[in-house]
């Protein structure tokens, strides 16, 4: 990695790390594991469902309100700081900057996700007293929430690099709500005809597909996850990453920072 | 070699929803800078001094003309190596230390690593903030932010510093020291060009001057040379409290101060002022003529001012 893409990385993640709200945001995602843990003893017999569903949910969304949060305020923030006035009057160029922001705020999500996974593990453990093979499905499921975690990563930073905070919020917010939905979009365009069946395909596909990153209900039933869909989805999450933020490169090239 | 080069720097903002609206922040600037000097540009609120620093720092694209920084290029990354820049009213970081701060920038600028610990210590006393070497930015007050602000824009040791308004919010003795500051840079050499519209301090740092207003440079030289042309004024202070009818036709503003008053007229009414005293058998205290001062070119130059820009010039 370049060497300004890795320092301005490390800021980021540095600066992350010693916000409060992160700390309060991961209090709150084991807080959830460890309610997991309750729920389950109500359920009987379905213990590892319970604890398994509601802590990878925990994650995924915890994880998404982490990284839309710090994620819309990626360059605006430091637009309104005058900091980015100090960094591209260096050697610096605006890709840089992007590029450096993208694997900082990436970088935390796994740091974040991996101690909320001890907790989910630490749940898991509690109820069935020991941990079973199948429980390579939550590693696998994690793995996917992280993937989804990169891709609005990106979103978030390539709305951050032309709008407000607001605006990048709702953007990115209603994006993972419509891509969850991804497959159900793409039969609707499936069962269409003539321009409706153009614009919802075109919709269907340029909305990320968090649907297939989305493996929290197999890992609960300790079905496997296929290899294939493990190469898919990582290969799908850097190719959708790479060109969401090309496009915020190009976008934030040509912006004029008043 | 010439430090800063501009010509014909235009910049067009298309303002409105539908930018159809367009406002003219720049209008075709020419100015040359040469290596060693300090140079202000000087200008009210909104007459285009951020916006020509933030073209040359390359934050900010221009609508036509151009510019060269040491012979090279906005865009050059060897050019950006070499210069340093303070934007106006600086935050940072929120949760860096000074020296993380500086560390950080330093990485960025290409410092190599060996030295890095050290100059960043240097500076840090250089700005006088060793003591809170290792206290969060978030904790800083406006001064120390803006003390930070100038250690990192020499930290990389660059040969030219852009400040935009590095006076701003400073009690009197922060300014001093950040004069001391820029006097100091010029000892090594460095160019400064630094917008300000406080006047005094152009006035005791700068080699040359640049006024701009609305978009437009008014005038480029040294201040010496730039208030030759304007016409001098003189200060009759007399005994009592009556003011001739002679002074008040003349519109001067009068000033009691105990058993005197105090009036400054242009240089050219100065005989009809005596005159006029005389005439009343006013007893005559002094007679002082005041040198012209920037402020005075610079009223002279925008024609009459707003009351708000002589108040801030005034501040």
């Known amino acids: 990695m370049n060497s300004r893409v890795f320092h301005i990385a490390t800021n980021t993640l540095r600066e992350a790390v010693r916000d409060r709200v992160l700390y309060n945001l991961i209090g709150f995602a084991l807080l959830m594991s460890a309610a997991a843990v309750l729920v389950g003893q109500v359920s009987i017999q379905i213990e590892r469902l319970v604890v398994i569903n509601l802590g990878l949910t925990a994650v995924s969304l915890f994880g998404l309100v982490i990284a839309i949060f710090i994620g819309i305020g990626l360059v605006s ?23 450096g922001k993208f694997f900082g705020l990436s970088g935390t999500l796994v740091v974040n996700t991996f101690f ?60 993972f709500v419509i891509g969850s939905f991804a497959q159900d979009l793409r039969n609707f365009a499936a069962m269409t005809h003539g321009l409706t069946r153009w614009l919802a395909t075109g919709a269907a596909y340029l909305v990320p597909n968090f649907s297939t990153l ?8 300790g079905e496997p996850v296929p290899s294939q869909l493990i190469l898919f989805n990582t290969g799908y999450a850097l190719i959708y990453s790479v060109a969401v933020l090309s496009a915020a490169v190009l976008i934030f090239e040509r912006r004029n920072l008043k | 070699m010439r430090a800063i080069e501009i010509a014909g720097l235009e910049k067009v903002y298309n303002a409105g929803f539908w930018r159809k609206r367009s406002k003219r922040a720049l209008r075709p600037l020419n100015l040359v800078v ?17 916006t020509t620093l933030k073209i040359l720092m390359g ?50 600028s290409g ?31 406006k001064g120390m932010l803006q003390r930070v602000g100038i250690g990192q824009a020499i930290l990389h040791d660059p040969k030219v510093v852009f400040l935009d308004e590095p006076m701003s919010g400073l009690d009197p003795m922060g300014r001093r020291e950040v004069r001391s500051l820029i006097e100091d840079l010029k000892a090594r050499g460095k160019t400064v060009f630094f917008s300000t519209h406080i ?15 609305q978009g437009e440079l008014r005038g480029v030289g040294a201040v010496a040379e730039l208030t030759a042309g304007v016409h001098g004024k003189v200060e009759i202070v007399w005994h009592g409290a009556t003011v001739p009818a002679g002074i008040v036709t003349m519109g001067a503003e009068c000033r009691s101060a105990g058993e005197t008053m105090r009036v ?13 005293l005389r005439r009343e058998r006013l007893r005559l205290i002094s007679v002082v003529p005041m040198r012209s001062s920037l402020e005075d070119y610079f009223v002279a130059q925008l024609g009459v001012p707003l009351k708000s820009e002589v108040v801030s010039f005034r501040s």
């Open chain 2, 264 to 276: 400054i007229v242009p240089e050219e009414n100065q005989d009809a002022a005596l005159e006029a």
């Open chain 1, 77 to 99: 923030k430091e637009i309104d700081k005058r900091t980015l006035y100090t960094l591209l009057s260096r050697p610096v160029r605006r890709w840089e900057f992007i590029a």
């Open chain 1, 214 to 221: 989305n493996v929290i209900t197999q890992a609960a039933h």
């Open chain 2, 59 to 108: 934050l900010v694209f221009p609508t036509a003309g151009s510019a060269r920084i040491l012979g090279l290029e906005l865009d050059d990354p060897r050019m950006k190596a070499q210069i340093g820049f303070l934007p106006e009213q600086p935050y940072f970081y929120d949760h860096l230390t000074a020296q993380e701060l500086l560390h950080y920038y330093g990485q960025l």
């Open chain 1, 116 to 175: 909320m996974a001890i907790g989910v593990f630490a749940a898991l453990a509690y109820v069935s007293h020991h941990l079973v093979g199948s429980d390579v499905g939550v590693l696998v499921a994690l793995y996917f929430i992280v993937l989804q975690f990169v891709i609005i990563t990106a979103l978030a930073l390539f709305f951050s690099s032309f709008s407000t905070p607001i605006f990048s919020a709702i953007f990115a917010f209603w994006l």
């Open chain 2, 199 to 213: 006047l005094s301090d152009a006035e005791a740092l700068c080699d040359r001057v640049g006024i701009i207003h």
């Open chain 2, 34 to 50: 040469e290596e060693g000097e300090i140079f202000g540009f000087l200008g009210p609120n909104g007459a285009g001094k951020t």
């Open chain 2, 111 to 141: 410092v190599h690593a060996k030295q890095l610990s050290r100059r960043v210590e240097a500076v840090l006393e250089q700005v006088k903030l060793s003591n809170s070497a290792n206290v969060q930015l978030r904790k800083f007050s």
